[in-house]
């Protein structure tokens, strides 16, 4: 994609762009970052290049909230013991 193409997508000035682009702007403000994700479609973490979060299905969300924080502990031990190949966030 090119910059014009990109700073159109994103509803950013094209010379803000390709300053990033050529690395003359060392940190872009977080709006700058956030419309440029939206305009590339990716998460704002992938253009950052950190690890992406795990994502939680709003069922299973929605079901743990239910519990209290002693309650979750003891069904992620449970898992674990059921899953033991699957690893737990630290």
């Known amino acids: 994609m090119s910059a014009a193409a990109l ?3 994103a509803g950013l000035n094209p010379r803000a762009v390709k300053d ?3 690395r003359r702007a060392n940190s872009p403000r977080i709006a ?3 419309a440029l994700a939206r305009g590339l479609g990716v998460s704002e973490a992938t253009l ?11 069922e299973l969300s929605a079901f743990l909230a239910r519990f209290d924080p002693e309650q979750q502990d003891e069904i992620l031990q449970r ?7 699957a690893k737990a966030a630290s």
């Not at 898992?79 to 190949?85: A, G, H, I, Q």
């Open 48 to 58: 950052l290049g950190l690890p992406s979060a795990m994502e939680v299905s709003p």
């Open 79 to 85: 898992l674990s013991e059921m899953f033991p190949s």
């Open 20 to 22: 990033i682009e050529e």
């Open 7 to 9: 700073s159109r997508a």
């Open 32 to 34: 700058t970052v956030v």
